[in-house]
């Protein structure tokens, strides 16, 4: 049961997608994945989480 609202760090998408962080920072800047910025850190919230990677794998079938 997850919480819509939840907010994620960097590291724990990281984590959960097993890419580095440095990845989710790239898809931040690509706009794959939207990012709040709360003071200096950086929060994705888990809806939008699970909005990209149902794109992302979308995106990953289109390109066969």
């Known amino acids: 049961n997850t919480d819509e609202n939840e907010k994620l760090s ?5 984590d959960e997608l097993g890419v580095a962080e440095l990845t ?3 898809y931040i800047k ?3 994945l ?10 994705i919230k888990r809806t939008d989480l699970d909005n990209a ?3 992302v794998k ?3 079938y289109k390109r066969l």
């Open 24 to 26: 989710v920072h790239n």
């Open 10 to 14: 960097i590291k724990d998408v990281s």
């Open 34 to 43: 939207p990012a709040l910025k709360i003071g200096r850190r950086v929060f």
């Open 53 to 55: 990677l149902k794109e």
């Open 58 to 60: 979308s995106l990953k």
């Open 30 to 32: 690509k706009g794959i």
